[in-house]
């Protein structure tokens, strides 16, 4: 039963902003791409709030 409830709140977790930043980080492929990908999170883009 807990088992079961732990996999329903795993599916339905909304990755918070600290997460986001951090796998668009990773998702660099070299050194220049993740300097940009920093300067982009420094200016705000994830922090945008509509």
Do not use: W
């Not at 795993?10 to 300097?35: C, F, K, Q, T």
Request: charged share 35%.
């Amino acid at each position: 039963m807990f088992k079961q409830l732990k996999k329903i709140t795993r599916a339905l977790h909304i990755p918070s902003v600290e997460e986001r930043e951090i796998a668009y980080l990773n998702g660099s492929v070299d050194r220049m791409d993740l300097e940009h990908r920093q300067r982009q999170i420094d200016r705000g883009l994830f922090r945008k709030y509509y």
